[in-house]
């Protein structure tokens, strides 16, 4: 029987406006599996308001510049030697840092492969020369040592698609590997659904995270371009809230293509923020345009928690929904399904409200944080 943890992980990704936060989802699983847990932070902030009690925090000390990252990694370490053999480390894989710290008594937690999202962002030509040539020519062995040493010393690695468990077992055949989905804790709660979306004709559709080159929200737009040319009744508005890579391209293709009074930008929000804010959204577009990862988006729970309807790309796990839960388009993703799919959700959107106390409910049964850590602790 597991009775306490010591977790691995920072809080800083509950600040960049992603909908899942898995340090706090974690967190909360332990606790209310009645697990005692002690870990190790990167700033001053702690994952959520309902997960501070009992956690006995470590802050690595702040170092200036580019010092800072090394200085953190350098804590991490020293923090982790000292946990006694016997006692279990839960961690999030990070190349430069899970192998100085692996041993028989971790969890890692596995959650994509980093190198083929680099190969993909390389291919966009994100990055300059002397970059691309560091990720595709030095990452590729660094990482895949990483993995392998991680692999091979852990007790046991969680994968959150069968996919990933393949992968891994591949790169490492001595691997314990188990496949365990992601979770939510996110609750619908009607009281938060403001009027203007329970009365508004337009259906609200909304991105929640960071901007980046796989996501499809490219042709998205050109999908809502088609939508307003060819079936001007379907009234809509898209809110994409985050920062990064692809926001400037996207705020100019909103320009070029005269969206510009129906989509509408937001600088990135907490988890929290986020949580309230979905309640005022109708359609989640999930459109991957990379499959190779082994994709399962914390996006996809929170939005199925919330009772959101999801416009997800035909690719494995998040093609694993209802048509009561959303639509699935073909990839490479084509903006013409893409617009028939919003119509779709527009045209049965006043169901789709009516019924979303009652979908958030039935999802949240089986998918929860608790439920998900129950899993994990029953591995090993």
């Known amino acids: 029987m597991v009775d306490k943890i010591f977790y691995i992980g920072g809080s800083t990704s509950n600040q960049r406006g992603a909908v899942g936060t898995h340090t706090s989802g974690i967190i909360s699983g332990l606790k209310h599996n009645n697990v005692f847990v002690t870990g190790v932070f990167f700033d001053n902030a702690l994952p959520t308001e309902s997960c501070n009690e009992?956690?006995?925090?470590?802050?690595?000390?702040r170092w200036p510049g580019p010092?800072?990252?090394?200085?953190e990694r350098l804590a991490i370490i020293f923090a982790a030697a000292k946990?006694?053999?016997?006692?279990?480390?839960?961690?999030r894989f990070d190349p430069l840092l899970t192998p100085f710290i692996v041993r028989s008594n971790m969890i890692v937690e596995y959650n994509d492969d980093v190198l083929a999202q680099i190969k993909f962002a390389a291919d966009k030509g994100n990055w300059s020369r002397v970059g691309r040539i560091a990720r595709m020519f030095f990452y590729p062995r660094i990482f895949r040592l990483s993995e392998k040493i991680t692999f091979r010393r852990a007790r046991l690695v969680v994968c959150v698609t069968e996919s990933l468990c393949d992968f891994v077992r591949n790169i490492e055949p001595q691997a314990h590997a188990a496949f365990v989905p992601n979770g939510s804790d996110a609750v619908f709660d009607s009281d938060l659904v403001s009027r203007d979306c329970r009365e508004a004709s337009p259906i609200h559709i909304a991105h929640v995270g960071t901007l980046t080159h796989w996501d499809g929200l490219m042709e998205l737009l050109a999908g809502l371009v088609i939508l307003r040319r060819d079936h001007g009744d379907v009234k809509f508005r898209l809110s994409i809230i985050g920062d990064g890579d692809l926001k400037s391209s996207l705020v100019s293709c909103v320009s070029e293509f005269g969206l510009g009074d129906v989509v509408s930008f937001h600088a990135s929000i907490s988890h929290v923020e986020a949580i309230k804010f979905l309640h005022d959204v109708d359609v989640v577009p999930l459109l991957k345009k990379i499959t190779s990862y082994g994709l399962?988006?914390?996006?996809?729970?929170?939005?199925l928690s919330l009772g959101c309807y999801l416009v997800c790309t035909d690719v494995p796990h998040i093609n694993e929904i209802s048509s009561d839960e959303g639509v699935i388009v073909g990839l490479p993703l084509d903006p013409v399904e893409i617009a028939s799919a919003i119509r779709f959700a527009y045209e049965k959107k006043d169901e789709l409200r009516a019924n979303r106390l009652q979908r958030a409910a039935d999802f949240q049964v089986s998918n929860s944080w608790t439920e998900r850590v129950r899993r994990i602790l029953?591995?090993?």
Request: proline fraction near 9%.
């Open 54 to 61: 009992n956690i006995l925090i470590h802050r690595p000390k």
């Open 67 to 71: 010092l800072r990252k090394i200085a």
């Open 83 to 91: 946990v006694p053999s016997d006692a279990l480390i839960y961690h």
């Open 296 to 303: 399962s988006p914390m996006k996809f729970y929170e939005a």
């Open 378 to 380: 029953e591995k090993i």
